[in-house]
C-alpha cells in the first residue's frame, strides 16, 4: 500500500514564505509524475505545479515566478517552495503522484495566507 505523508503547512503573513513536502512511501514502479494541487472552500481542486520525471515543471499562471516544485526521486518526495505567498493563496493543498498504473493523494495540508 502506498502512503503519501505532506507537511509544512501552517498560517503566513501575506509576502511570507512556506515549503510543502510530501513523501511517498510503499510498493509502487517508479513515479512519472508529481504535482500539487489546492482546493480553495466552495472551489474546485485545481493544479498548481506539476513535475514529469526528467521533464520541466509546469506551473499554474497565478503562481508563476513565486512558487518553484521540486522532486528527489531517490526519496520518492516532492516539495513545493512557496514565497510572496498572498491571502488567495490560502487553500488545502494536495500532493498527487502517478506512475503506470497508479495515482495517488496525500491527505492535504492546510495553508493560510493572512492579510
Known amino acids: 500500500q502506498v502512503q503519501l505523508v505532506e507537511s509544512g503547512g501552517g498560517l503566513v503573513q501575506a509576502g511570507g514564505s512556506l515549503r510543502l513536502s510530501c513523501a511517498a512511501s510503499?510498493?509502487?514502479?517508479?513515479?512519472?509524475?508529481m504535482g500539487w494541487y489546492r482546493q480553495a472552500p466552495g472551489k474546485q481542486r485545481k493544479l498548481v505545479a506539476s513535475m514529469y520525471r526528467g521533464g520541466k515543471p509546469t506551473y499554474a499562471y497565478s503562481v508563476k515566478g513565486r512558487f518553484t516544485i521540486s522532486r528527489d526521486n531517490a526519496k520518492n518526495t516532492v516539495y513545493l517552495q512557496m514565497n510572496s505567498l498572498k491571502p488567495e493563496d490560502t487553500a488545502v493543498y494536495y500532493c498527487?503522484?502517478?506512475?503506470?498504473?497508479?495515482?495517488?493523494w496525500g491527505q492535504g495540508t492546510q495553508v493560510t495566507v493572512s492579510s
Open positions: 510503499g510498493s509502487m514502479s517508479s513515479i512519472a509524475a
Open positions: 498527487h503522484i502517478g506512475g503506470m498504473g497508479f495515482s495517488y
